[in-house]
Nanobody, 124 residues
């Protein structure tokens, strides 16, 4: 497993933007997949976006065209650029990684390393 620390959450008005960051502890290589998930007290955990070691990405339909996942290998950092935010995007956002796989579906059950979460609040 790797240790993950998220940052960048906050409060923003509808239509605004935020960028989340997730810094991973050093690992012998970067050939593993990572992802962003979110959860509210009312909903089950939802996959937001994932990125594989070859750079391929997957997005939930609800965020396609608005969110962009990216990764800086040299900085061991994962990003989630969020634009055109809506109140429905309000949630605790979690970074996840799975060092045993280079490819991960957008399914939280395959990830074994998780961050502590960062809160995003979007007001109307």
């Amino acid at each position: 497993q790797v240790e993950l620390v998220e940052s960048g959450g906050g409060s923003v008005q509808s239509g605004g933007s935020l960028r989340l960051s997730c810094t991973a502890s050093a690992y012998r290589n970067s050939n593993y997949c990572m992802g962003w998930f979110r959860q509210t007290p009312e909903k089950e955990r939802e996959g937001v976006a994932s990125i594989n070691s070859d750079g391929s990405t997957s997005y939930a339909d609800s965020v396609k065209g608005r969110f962009t996942i990216s990764r800086d290998i040299a900085k061991n950092t994962l990003y989630l650029q969020m634009t055109s935010l809506k109140p429905g995007d309000t949630a605790m956002y979690y970074c996840a990684a799975e060092i045993r796989r280079w490819f991960c579906p957008l399914d939280g059950s395959v990830f074994t390393s998780w961050g502590q979460g960062t809160r995003v609040t979007v007001s109307s």
